[in-house]
């Protein structure tokens, strides 16, 4: 089984950056679909971004296309989102999510993965 945890979250001002990483330990990537999500309590969990492993095909929700870029470290096993240009509405506990998969594109749907770190809190002031 895979165990992923989250870090780099925190408190940034409207227009600001933050890159979240997502290390794994146990099974590699190398047969994984990948991705992050975000949450607000009370609403549905929602799609972010996403990649697959083997292929680098990626996927980004509308509301942050041209804003953030999801990248993967193949040798460190670590998935990374850089988030710039944040916005109040970006504020969520992130999460990363890996699912075994030899599809060579990315997968957007939340109820496809398996694995999910614990999530990092992310929080734009305005």
């Known amino acids: 089984q895979v165990q992923l945890v989250e870090s780099g979250g925190g408190l940034v001002q409207v227009g600001g950056s933050l890159r979240l990483s997502c290390a794994a330990s146990?099974?590699?990537?190398?047969?994984?679909?990948v991705g992050w999500f975000r949450q607000v309590p009370g609403k549905e969990r929602e799609f972010v971004a996403a990649?697959?492993?083997?292929?680098?095909?990626?996927d980004y929700a509308d509301s942050v296309k041209g804003r953030f870029t999801i990248s993967r470290d193949n040798a460190k096993n670590t998935l990374y989102l850089q988030m710039n240009s944040l916005k109040p509405e970006d504020t969520a506990v992130y999460y990363c999510?890996?699912?075994?998969?030899?599809?060579?594109?990315?997968?957007?749907?939340?109820?496809?993965?398996?694995?999910w770190g614990q999530g990092t809190q992310v929080t734009v002031s305005s």
């Open positions: 990649i697959s492993w083997i292929g680098g095909d990626t």
């Open positions: 146990g099974r590699t990537f190398s047969t994984y679909a």
């Open positions: 999510a890996a699912c075994r998969t030899l599809d060579l594109v990315a997968i957007t749907t939340p109820n496809r993965y398996d694995y």
